[in-house]
Antibody, heavy 118, light 108 residues
Framework: EVQLVESGGGLVQPGGSLRLSCAASGFTVSSHYMTWVRQAPGKGLEWVSIIYSAGTTYYADSVRGRFIISRDNSKNTLYLQMNSLRAEDTAVYYC????????????WGQGTLVTVSS | EIVMTQSPATLSVSPGERATLSCRASQSVSSHLAWYQQKPGQAPRLLIYGASTRATDIPARFSGSGSGTEFTLTISSLQSEDFAVYYCQQYYNWPPLTFGGGTKVEIK
């Protein structure tokens, strides 16, 4: 069964850092485009970052220069390093797999909540 | 960046009735359009890709249509488990991937 399990969320002060993990099973992370999408409380979906199977990465303007997406092939795990966190980064963060490397995503992980507050 | 606009924001429908949700792109996305369903406290689930292809295990009552800039998700006969928020997403010109603001389907 293809599955994604996120972890690493929590409460962090403005300006702080957090690293999210997304452990994959049932497929190989490095063979697929993998993405992070976030959802602020009561709001819609916002794309955050993507890593292609070849390793190329892209970021939303709102996080570029502060967030870093990466993967550990030996652990079959995707990461999102979040630095210089702001209150507006508060959201549930989902990782998701692109099954055919074409731009749509399935499955998604269950999400991990990041709260940025003093 | 391609802007996706969904309407209506909220749709009130009785169980057993048909629901029609709309999604408009600010420029043509050909058929590179996906629909997702999200229930409270859950992750989004892929329903439709390629504008009209149902994802694995998605019931036949869900259908997608359209191309270019205008798209429709139709739920032919609403079941209790279908009350949720639905998002469209374009993958024609990305990154960035862009989502619509969502349509909440609620019980009338």
């Amino acid at each position: 069964e293809v599955q994604l399990v996120e972890s690493g969320g929590g409460l962090v002060q403005p300006g702080g850092s957090l690293r999210l993990s997304c452990a994959a099973s049932g497929f190989t992370v490095s063979s697929h485009y993998m993405t992070w999408v976030r959802q602020a409380p009561g709001k819609g979906l916002e794309w955050v970052s993507i890593i292609y199977s070849a390793g190329t990465t892209y970021y939303a303007d709102s996080v570029r220069g502060r967030f870093i997406i990466s993967r550990d092939n030996s652990k079959n795990t995707l990461y999102l390093q979040m630095n210089s966190l702001r209150a507006e980064d508060t959201a549930v963060y989902y990782c998701a797999r692109d099954p055919h490397n074409t731009g749509y995503y399935s499955p998604w992980g269950q999400g991990t909540l990041v709260t940025v507050s003093s | 960046e391609i802007v996706m606009t969904q309407s209506p924001a909220t749709l009130s429908v009785s169980p057993g009735e048909r629901a029609t949700l709309s999604c408009r792109a600010s420029q043509s996305v050909s058929s590179h359009l996906a629909w997702y369903q999200q229930k409270p406290g859950q992750a989004p689930r892929l329903l439709i890709y390629g504008a009209s292809t149902r994802a694995t295990d998605i019931p036949a009552r869900f259908s997608g249509s359209g191309s270019g800039t205008e798209f429709t998700l139709t739920i032919s006969s609403l079941q209790s488990e279908d009350f949720a928020v639905y998002y469209c997403q374009q993958y024609y010109n990305w990154p960035p991937l862009t989502f619509g603001g969502g349509t909440k389907v609620e019980i009338k």
